[in-house]
């Protein structure tokens, strides 16, 4: 019996599969931080949704442009649409988010279904969605583009595997579109995927009556020109950025459960765990069930979809496993003389942002254990599966967030020097004006950081009455002395009062204030984005 035949129960109306429903009701714990109320407190901030706020300005809104290691516009643009629906640029990113989850989830199951069967796919499709370090590009990091990337690989996964059943059509489109898709959300992070994906593509091609000497010609000559257009790319675009030595991944990072302020680099104990699983049963030659593991009915006594072959599912296992120890070894130190020779931390800023190409084989592994062992397909140990692997990342969901509702761009921005970027912002402020009964004036600033400062910075707050002549001024350290700047971590939210009393000689109003920022030791302020004085001036009511 035909695939065809067996997804229909009358003829000319097909049926609706259950695994592809499933995916996306088992995205529902990744996607619930969202529905939160106010935003969560990611290190890009508010950045995201000022940007799809100004459009045409995105991905560079308050940034410093970058083509390659930058954001691409894409992303913006397919929350555009969004922002009209809700109204509000935080609400917007929000929805993108959600939809990159489960869009990301349901690429990975289509991609990974013939290799390992409906119930192989789905649980390979719940790892992806939950492993840490996509998590941390949406709920730590806020890097919306990236969680865009995470949809288009596997799509590009899925046409070359279609290319070797010579579907040249649905191969071209998908694999087309969602390449230069990814080259419009991510183009320095999806150039260095390209070499993966050509191997990807080489080995999935060669032929099992092939001699050994002739398949592993192919792959290596395969991944030598992949390479050499990578390197004859990086030498047209500038060089990386100086730190990018400093950002190595330190061994235990990758299995270390530590989660806050600062990043996790953990690979994710499930998607670990069951890839060593895949590779133990594989080793001890138990590939059990390997056709009869994944039916199109979720039920492992009907009926079975036709899986590649065992010998095309072992070089795509064994492809994965290589593929998952390079992808780490390149975030390690050990790979410094590599990237500083070939000249590839072009592409990236950091050489941890390999991490989410790590997704792919951990995905695929992952879900082999299903195939491998036919036990594991059995309802109960199925579902039990799927419950690991949600319950081993529910610790990462519960984000820090805001009710700040700064609108559709903050008040003001501030940037050292000549930095051409952001690095502080002020989202809201709220004054209580002074009174005949109390003379006090209170100016409550929300303060959020892009870029952290290295240094402290001193807050200056002017009252300035008409003709502009100062009536009282107050000059201090944010929140008293009790929050520098120079602590300040990136998409930190920072409420700073600030309280004084008018004096009695104080002319009379209306007032207004002059706030900024300055460096103690030399007095120069702050450079504050639109204005040449490094000042902002707030309306008292």
Not at 111 to 135: D, E, K, N
Not at 215 to 233: E, P, Y
Request: proline share 8%.
């Amino acid at each position: 019996m035909s695939v065809t035949s067996q997804k229909r129960t009358v003829p000319g109306y097909p049926r609706l599969e259950l695994g592809w429903v499933l995916v996306i009701l088992l995205t529902v714990f990744a996607v619930a931080p969202l529905t939160y109320p106010g935003f969560f407190q990611a290190q890009s901030g508010f950045l995201p949704a000022f940007n799809v706020e100004h459009i045409s300005e995105a991905p560079n809104w308050g940034r410093m442009p970058d083509l390659l290691r930058g954001e691409g516009k894409l992303p913006y643009l397919l929350a555009w649409p969004l922002l009209q629906a809700s109204g509000g640029g935080a609400a917007a990113i929000k929805w993108g988010y959600g939809l990159a989850f489960v869009l990301g989830a349901l690429a990975t199951y289509a991609w990974t279904r013939r290799w390992m069967g409906a119930r192989g796919s789905l649980l390979g499709a719940i790892v992806y969605t939950y492993l840490p370090w996509h998590l941390s590009a949406v709920y730590v990091r806020g890097a919306y583009a990236e969680a865009w990337l995470w949809v288009y690989l596997p799509l590009v996964l899925w046409a070359i595997d279609r290319l070797t059943e010579r579907r040249f059509l649905a191969a071209v489109i998908v694999g087309l579109a969602a390449s230069l898709a990814a080259l419009w959300t991510q183009p320095g992070l999806f150039a260095l995927a390209v070499p993966l994906l050509v191997v990807y593509g080489a080995a999935m091609h060669v032929r099992s009556q092939w001699p050994p000497g002739r398949i592993a010609g192919t792959l290596a000559v395969s991944l030598a020109v992949s390479l050499l257009v990578l390197w004859l790319a990086s030498r047209i675009v500038p060089e990386g950025g100086l730190s990018f030595a400093k950002h190595f991944v330190y061994p235990f990072q990758l299995f270390s459960a530590a989660w806050g302020n600062d990043l996790s680099f953990q690979l994710g104990l499930a998607g670990v765990g069951l890839s060593l699983v895949a590779v133990v049963l594989w080793l001890n030659k138990r590939p059990r069930g390997s056709r009869g593991t994944g039916g199109s009915t979720l039920s492992p006594a009907g009926p079975t979809a036709s899986l590649a072959s065992t010998a095309a599912f072992s070089r795509a296992l064994w492809f994965w496993v290589i593929a998952l120890l390079l992808l780490v070894l390149l975030t390690l130190a050990a790979s410094a003389i590599f990237w500083r020779l070939s000249g590839f931390d072009a592409f990236v800023r950091q050489p941890w942002q390999l991490l989410a190409l790590t997704g792919l084989p951990l995905a695929f592994l992952s879900g082999s254990v299903v195939r491998l062992d036919r036990r594991l397909a059995a309802l109960p140990a199925w579902a039990g599966l799927i419950a690991f692997v949600i319950l081993a990342s529910y610790p990462y969901l519960a984000p820090p967030t805001t009710q700040v509702d700064p609108g559709p761009e903050p008040v003001a921005m501030f940037q050292p020097g000549a930095q051409g970027a952001a690095e502080i912002m002020l989202l809201d402020y709220e004054i209580a004006p002074p009174t005949e009964i109390t003379p006090t004036l209170t100016l409550t600033m929300t303060w959020q950081t892009v870029q952290p400062p290295d240094r402290d910075y001193t807050v200056f707050v002017h009252t300035l009455a008409s003709g502009g002549r100062k009536a009282a001024q107050r000059d201090t350290y944010p929140c008293d002395g009790e929050c520098p700047t120079s602590s300040w971590q990136a998409g930190e939210i920072i409420v700073d009062r600030h309280q004084f009393d008018l004096p009695p000689d104080a002319p009379e109003g209306p007032y207004r204030l002059a706030v900024g920022f300055y460096l103690l030791d030399t007095g120069e302020r702050v450079a504050v984005t639109g204005r040449d004085d490094g000042t902002v001036f707030l309306h008292v009511p």
